[in-house]
């Protein structure tokens, strides 16, 4: 969960405060359809799986989570330095 509000956090510079409104209520309902669905399939693989794999599966899964996370404040901290050195966004790297 708190990656969904670092990345929303990611998403202050270029969207308005309507945009924001509309686009808060989507992700919210979608993390919660995740978690359910999440655990209705963690249910169904525990017994052939066993506990210990599916705790394998969790840390395959929040380790790609971090790894995009991780991308994600690189892209972004990129794009904040560029733009206090007075380059436009979508200007070219010199």
């Given at each position: 969960?708190?990656s969904l509000w670092l990345n929303f956090g990611?998403?202050?510079?270029?969207?308005?405060?309507?945009?924001?409104?509309?686009?808060?209520?989507?992700?919210?309902?979608?993390?919660?359809?995740?978690?359910?669905?999440?655990?209705?399939?963690?249910?169904?693989?525990?017994?052939?799986?066993?506990?210990?794999?599916?705790?394998?599966?969790?840390?395959?899964?929040?380790?790609?989570?971090?790894?995009?996370?991780?991308?994600?404040?690189?892209?972004?901290?990129?794009?904040?330095?560029?733009?206090?050195?007075?380059?436009?966004?979508?200007?070219?790297?010199?």
């Open positions: 969960m708190s990611l998403c202050d510079g270029p969207l308005s405060l309507e945009q924001g409104k509309r686009l808060f209520p989507l992700l919210g309902s979608g993390a919660s359809a995740g978690a359910v669905a999440g655990a209705w399939i963690a249910g169904q693989l525990i017994k052939p799986l066993g506990p210990y794999k599916i705790m394998l599966i969790a840390l395959a899964a929040l380790c790609i989570c971090a790894a995009l996370t991780r991308l994600g404040g690189l892209h972004h901290h990129e794009a904040w330095r560029r733009t206090r050195e007075g380059e436009r966004p979508g200007d070219p790297e010199q």
